[in-house]
């Protein structure tokens, strides 16, 4: 009681204090200028290339871009006039937090979850979307199986300049029925101290109303539900429940299926995405396209290291059905697994996914829309990012040929600018500038 006295008074000398020395506030610095010059400039949503373009970048915004443009003084060039230049990719389903091993799990998420800490998870996660980065990926959707949301810590970590990465769009725990995706023992599930962070229960309107809730207090930028993961499922009702709850908080809803009839009550509900397509026909897909819903189908390839022949020709021939039938599809992976012995980083095993959509006989120019336009769409973060216009985030990447005729081109990512500034350059990684001692870009971001 007798220090507020004296509290009060301290305050009011620092109040009094700080008037006193009030100066005109210092004109903050003016942003660096870079000058990109590039051989050839793609847009993927028109399809067209255009020469000898230069990319004027002001702090971390594209400021102009046109031929011949005058370059200011003082600017830092950065001559790319022998690459292509395109926007960044994304990976409209991926899993940054979730890396199973063939040893010691032999690829079985259950042990994963049990011995892997949520923070071990996190270093995971910052390394896989460093790698990420590294392969041209600027953008992701980061759909669950996070632990104990890793992925909105990464994401907050990205956002407020600590590390590189790409820009998270991140769904926080996955919502399901009980259970989840999982059939758990009456231990594991009673408990909910192992296994259980990477689900959240929501059977009735009322847990659904809270479970979409949570997710957004906790930093969730999407929400990502299991349609059909029980045989008691979501209903329609019930799915355009959390498509109303979660459009309070301005978020969309993306549905894991995984059976024929949940695709329908899915695509009925007017979900914003459908993650996976397995389970989907033509007669789904058209549908899909009348109601513009986004398709994440996750088409897994047969390689070496992972798949079957049998499954990736299924996927390829489900992933053209949808290509032919109009559908919006994304480019996605669900990429979560290491195999030991394998050279190939996580960048490398998520653009290895080409090769599946080599196989459906999609065109390039589509591919690459799919992996730029379409998906920032998905992401729903074309207002700030994506193409390569003035006004928009500088993030883009360069390449060595033609990605509109050889879409094998992105497996070789020469340079990646984000957000401004350079994170790759000779086909080297140069990520000194995204590490500072402290939040550079403010601890407000959330
Ligand atoms: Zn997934």
């Known amino acids: 009681m007798t220090r507020r006295p004296r509290i009060a008074l301290a305050l009011s000398f620092l109040v009094a204090a700080a008037g006193d020395a009030q100066q005109p506030a210092p004109a903050p610095a003016p942003l660096a200028i870079t000058a990109v010059k590039t051989g050839r400039l793609v847009d993927p949503e028109t399809g067209k290339i255009s020469s000898n373009q230069v990319i004027l970048v002001e702090g971390e915004k594209i400021k102009a871009v046109g031929a011949g443009l005058a370059i200011p003084a003082g600017a830092t060039v950065i001559d790319l006039s ?19 091993k063939d040893i010691p799990e032999h690829d079985y998420y259950y042990l994963t979850y049990v011995m892997d800490s ?22 992701v959707r980061d759909l669950g199986n996070n632990a104990l949301y890793t992925d909105t810590a990464h994401r907050v970590a990205i956002d407020q300049g600590w590390i590189p990465g790409p820009t998270m769009v991140n769904s926080g725990l996955i919502i399901g029925g009980r259970g989840g995706q999982f059939w758990p023992t009456p231990e594991m599930a009673k408990q909910h101290g192992i296994v259980y962070p990477e689900y959240l229960d929501a059977d009735t309107p009322d847990e659904i109303v809270k479970a979409v809730r949570e997710n957004m207090l906790f930093g969730a930028k ?14 329609v009702d019930e799915m355009k429940l959390f498509v109303a709850e979660a459009a309070k908080g301005g978020l969309k809803v993306a549905g894991h299926v995984q059976t024929p009839e949940g695709a329908s009550r899915a695509i009925e509900a007017g979900l914003w995405s459908i993650e996976h397509g397995f389970a989907l026909t033509e007669a789904h897909h058209k549908l899909m396209a009348q109601k513009g819903i986004f398709l994440a189908s996750t088409d897994t390839p047969f390689t070496p290291y992972h798949g079957t022949k049998e499954a990736m020709e299924k996927a390829a021939a489900q992933l053209k059905s949808a290509w032919k039938s109009g559908v919006k599809v994304t480019f996605s992976t669900d990429m979560d697994y290491y195999k030991t012995g394998n050279d190939m980083n996580r960048g490398e095993l ?36 994506g193409a390569i216009r003035p006004g928009l985030a500088a993030d883009f990447i360069a390449v060595r040929g033609n990605p509109l005729e050889d879409i094998d081109t992105l497996r070789d990512v020469r340079f990646v600018m984000k957000d401004g500034l350079v994170f790759k350059q000779g086909g080297v990684m140069t990520p000194e500038k995204f590490f500072h001692a402290g939040p550079a870009k403010g601890w407000r971001k959330r």
């Open 118 to 139: 949520t923070p071990l998870r996190a270093i995971q996660a910052a390394s896989n979307g460093i790698q990420l980065l590294n392969s041209g990926f600027t953008v």
């Open 350 to 385: 998520t653009i290895n996914f080409l090769l599946t959509w080599k196989a459906a006989g999609i065109p390039a120019p589509d591919i690459l829309k799919a992996m730029t336009t379409t998906g920032f769409a998905c992401a729903q973060v074309e207002k700030e990012r």
């Open 222 to 235: 999407v929400i990502k539900i299991c349609v059909d993961c029980k045989p008691w499922g979501y209903t």
């Open 82 to 100: 022998d690459l292509t230049v395109l926007p960044g990719l994304v990976d409209t389903h991926t899993h940054l937090g979730l890396t199973y």
